[in-house]
């Protein structure tokens, strides 16, 4: 009889094969074993232990826990995402110091934690499933993990120089009130019934952030830090995978930072500077609540009968909202960095803030570069003008101006106008 490596071998391949025959039948050994009396054991050892062999690999290669996790739901659903839970910290025991606090961060809020050294066992049990279930979600969880392709990497990972001395990518200074303050106007936004409210609410919030991100900008320009632009990665899976896109790219314009999607991996990559990334994904969060809720509305709204497919007229909804909401983002950012840089000019001379908010955008720039040098462009199309004209509207109920001072302009409709972000 083949040993247990040698049986997680001959089934990893004929998974990755087009045999379903083959499959099945490496399947069966399995189940058989070794033939010895702890067959059994030795082969979940043997699973177990290559599956932690390649999350180990995954680190250098730009991976982090929450991306696995990610895409293993994505792929293979909750119950492989749970078995990776298990085997990533069964890794972060064995993993090699120096580990950074947002590695365990990442780990702690997916609840990965194993007291069982029988990783397997302790996951087929808790899951209720027979040996046969478990093993073939066992090898499919094994190949997903070793065929994830390289990443950028954004941060240091555990093991290397920079791991814990690299500031985290999302943290801020000092921003714990004003984050308070912008959870609680997007909380409103998110539960108001009221179009108009939700939007006055969510341009305050842009406001604070801008104020924020200015005041964190000129404080790194006076301390002279030696910190680079970080990245996140938001979620933008589907359904409406390019629509989401568009919308991380919209917030992430408005608040100085830079989007790339990739779509096959089911996540957008933002490039920035920390205050700046954390608020990105509070203001991605939300606005996909409300453009969820919109859109919902706006289904009911729509003419019965229209014979209109409700997929299109979704996309091209989601689409124009993204559009107006980024533009309007735009404006509350500009209208704070207008008034930020006259009181620079009052205080401090003239030319003392544009320049060092140029000097970061640049160095997003450069960091965008580096890591994605050869991303594309994706051209928008729309498909469903009356989608389109809903989605603007749902967008355009109220001015981002908190004083309604002044009323946007109207995003025309058509095909292919403009790109979603790069990829």
Known sequence: MPDADELVANALAAVRGTDVRQAERQLDQLMVGTGAADGATAVDAALVGRLVRGLSRLWPRGWQPADVDRIANRRLGGRAALLVRAAMAAQRRTQAEPVPAWWDDQLRALTADVSDDDVLASWTIAEGLDRADALRTAVDTLALVESLPPIAVLRPPPGTTGAVTARPAGA?????????????????????????????????????????????????????????????????????????????????????????????????????????????ELLYTSLLVQATAAMLRGRAERRSGSGRRTKVWDESFLNAFALRIGERLRTATEAATDAADRAAAETAGAERLLPVL???????????????????????SVRDAEGWSSGTSAADRASLDVGGARKPRQVPGGPDRRPPGRR
């Open 172 to 280: 801020t200074r000092s921003g714990s009130p004003m984050l308070d303050r912008v959870r609680a106007l997007l909380a409103k936004a998110e539960s108001t019934t009221f179009p108009a409210e939700a939007e006055a609410l969510t341009a305050k919030a842009q406001e604070l952030i801008a104020r924020h991100s200015i005041d964190e900008a000129l404080l790194a320009a006076g301390a002279e830090r030696g910190d680079q632009p970080g990245g996140v990665r938001l979620s933008t899976d589907t359904p409406y995978a390019g629509a989401k896109a568009l919308l991380v790219q919209e917030v992430a314009a408005a608040n100085r930072c830079e989007a790339v999607w990739s779509d096959d991996l089911g996540f957008t990559t933002v490039l920035g500077w920390p205050a700046d990334l954390v608020a990105v």
């Open 358 to 380: 140029a000097a970061r955008g640049e160095a997003v720039r450069e960091r965008l570069d580096t890591l994605f040098p050869g991303v594309t462009r994706h051209r928008l």
